[in-house]
């Protein structure tokens, strides 16, 4: 059972930058589809970015020419590079890979 652990979250002003990080505890290698997904306070959880082995990635409308995803298989780590950050963009973000679920991560956008 592999497990996944986010962290990079934080509190940054608008504007601002941030770089989540997600950590397996075994190797993702072998997981085509990893992705980041949020929640914001009162809403539905919500597709965030998603990048698979080869490294095509997909975004968001919300967030695309923002935000980044990467990822490491040497390192077996899982990144967001959230850049021109919003109060929107507020929320606990989830890491996922195929059927497994980081705890989140809390962004807080806010002057």
């Known amino acids: 059972q592999v497990q996944l652990v986010e962290s990079g979250g934080g509190l940054v002003q608008p504007g601002g930058s941030l770089r989540l990080s997600c950590a397996a505890s075994?190797?993702?290698?072998?997981?085509?589809?990893m992705g980041w997904y949020r929640q914001a306070p009162g809403k539905q959880r919500e597709w965030v970015a998603s990048t698979v082995s080869g490294g095509l990635s997909s975004y968001a409308d919300s967030v695309k020419g923002r935000f980044t995803i990467s990822r490491d298989n040497a390192k077996n780590t899982l990144y967001l590079q959230m850049n021109s950050l919003k109060v929107e963009d507020t929320g606990v973000y989830y890491c996922?890979?195929?059927?497994?679920w980081g705890k989140g991560a809390l962004v807080t956008v806010s002057s």
């Open positions: 996922n890979g195929g059927t497994h």
């Open positions: 075994g190797s993702i290698s072998s997981i085509y589809d």
